[in-house]
């Protein structure tokens, strides 16, 4: 189940899943700029090697639908609100990534003309080939999906060769390595394995689309700097998901 990170290829369209964990930096709640601005970084530079890049982010470090909903708010609404706190997220990262002089373009699946352009599949892929970074915010814009559910979708409809998963540790592991210094992490996975095992990198709904569509995922820590660029050149400790595990 394991395989040589040397063996990524070189990816001329991908989308990365930014967690909204990953924005917190150490923090328990909220946004940490410079962890924001260290990823544009990272986005800016892959960006600059040729590779059009698109992004679905998270909302978990404002607000889970999930977590409110076992409080009693009901679930739909509570996944609204939870789409509402993935376009802050956009935005942050589209301020910073233009900072990095990278034109970037929010793209929204709920219509919010002020501040986001609404999700159209075809100008989106026109976006991207003309250099620009699309980041697509309040996932699919219906309730009850996640957003790494939003990202494999987004990913099939772009036509991108590959989607990565941008998390707080470097990789899947048997268990939750934080908890279990036992724990250990897999070089390669299969979707089968991920679904079997229940696995918890990504709800079976966006495993199971990634399968059909032959999408490949990686998952990574994009909490260290330089890391997303480091994968794309195939180096570094990650976790790749496909058909056939070698």
């Not at 967690?19 to 709640?29: N, Q, T, V």
């Not at 250099?131 to 987004?154: E, H, M, Q, S």
């Not at 495993?207 to 490949?216: D, G, K, Q, V």
Request: aromatic share 6%; with cysteine.
């Amino acid at each position: 189940m394991t395989a040589c990170a040397g063996e990524t290829p070189n990816r001329k369209r991908v989308l990365l899943k930014v967690s909204g964990e990953a924005l917190m930096g150490g923090g328990a709640f909220g946004v940490d700029q410079k962890t924001v601005e260290r990823i544009a970084q990272d986005v800016a530079q892959v960006v600059r090697d040729g590779i059009e890049v698109c992004l679905v982010v998270g909302g978990g470090n404002i607000f889970r639908g999930v977590a409110a909903a076992a409080k009693g708010m009901d679930r739909a609404q509570g996944d609204y609100a939870g789409m509402l706190a993935t376009v802050i997220n956009a935005l942050l990262l589209q301020n910073a990534l233009e900072r990095e002089q990278i034109t970037t373009r929010v793209m929204s699946a709920i219509h919010m003309s002020s501040v986001a352009e609404p999700y159209i599949r075809r100008r989106a892929v026109r976006h991207m080939e003309k250099g620009r970074v699309v980041i697509f915010a309040a996932g699919t814009g219906n309730p009850f999906f996640t957003t790494d559910t939003a990202a494999a979708l987004r990913a099939a409809e772009m036509e991108c060769n590959i989607l990565l998963k941008g998390t707080q540790v470097d990789g899947v592991y048997s268990a939750d390595p934080k908890r279990d210094p036992s724990a250990v992490r897999y070089d390669e996975l299969t979707y089968l394995n991920v679904l079997a095992n229940q696995l918890n990198v990504m709800d079976a709904a966006a495993i199971s689309l990634a399968r059909e569509n032959n999408l490949p995922i990686i998952v990574f820590n994009i909490g260290e700097e330089g890391s997303f660029g480091r994968v794309m050149r195939g180096e570094g400790p990650f976790t790749r998901i496909v058909e056939t595990a070698e």
